[in-house]
């Protein structure tokens, strides 16, 4: 689901122009998956304009302000979750936490870094939305402890199958300021891509799991 498709396409425009999202669909990146795919998606660069960092921050906050009133907590996904999620809980005015993607090997073993209470209700930030896997299993240790886990709102998801089906099992809702379909339009308009380079990205966003293998 998207937020606002004015703050959609302006989000698009930014991580197009900072090369956060780079497209190559005639030399695909190899994802960790085995996938062949066309767009490799880094929203870390955004931290580094401050610009874009603000306006992602507050876009950010807007969401929770408008869907998820009354939590208590912000929760990043480590690693890449967690300085969005830190700048949206001073916007908000809310304390923070992180979840490990591991749990820590020395000292208390922690696998939530940060002060909470069970009975808390928390919103998790995450930078960007593939399968939900990761997402997911952030949501589950939260929620094993005592935290309500009100939904996920992170900057961009590819919109997969995959990732709706997970989070319904879940039972966990989910938003993004930008998504794969919103963007491409986005990356037409701004010359970084032809129509036929587009409708190759269409073909993969279709099948990523056999596309070019």
Same mark, same amino acid.
Do not use: C, M, W
């Given at each position: 689901m998207i937020h606002d498709i004015n703050i959609a396409n302006e989000?698009? &425009? +930014?991580?197009?122009? $900072?090369?956060? $999202?780079?497209?190559?669909?005639n030399n695909p990146f190899k994802w960790a998956s085995g996938w062949n795919s066309p767009i490799y998606c880094d929203n870390? &660069?955004?931290? #580094?304009?401050?610009?874009?960092?603000?306006? $992602?921050?507050? #876009?950010l906050s807007s969401v929770i302000k408008n869907y998820y009133q009354g939590s208590n907590i912000i929760a990043g996904v480590a690693t890449a979750g967690i300085p969005h999620g830190a700048l949206v809980s001073e916007e908000l005015g809310l304390p923070f936490i992180y979840v490990r993607a591991k749990t820590k090997q020395h000292g208390k073993k922690n696998k939530i870094? =940060?002060?909470?209470? &069970?009975?808390?209700s928390a919103i998790l930030i995450e930078d960007l939305i593939s399968s939900g896997k990761s997402s997911l299993e952030a949501v589950s240790v939260l929620?094993? #402890? =005592?935290?309500?886990? &009100? =939904?996920?709102?992170s900057i961009f998801n590819y919109g997969f199958d995959a990732a709706i089906q997970n989070f319904y099992n879940a039972n966990c809702k989910f938003i993004s300021l930008c998504? +794969?379909?919103n963007m491409l339009p986005q990356a037409?308009? #701004?010359?970084y891509i032809t129509k036929k380079e587009m409708s190759i990205l269409k073909k993969w966003r279709k099948d990523p799991s056999s596309w070019k293998k």
């Open positions: 989000v698009a &425009k +930014y991580l197009l122009q $900072i090369n956060a $999202i780079i497209l190559q669909p870390r &660069k955004t931290l #580094s304009f401050p610009e874009i960092r603000t306006f $992602i921050r507050t #876009s870094e =940060g002060y909470y209470e &069970k009975g808390q929620r094993d #402890s =005592g935290i309500h886990v &009100k =939904g996920v709102v998504d +794969y379909n037409v308009e #701004s010359n």
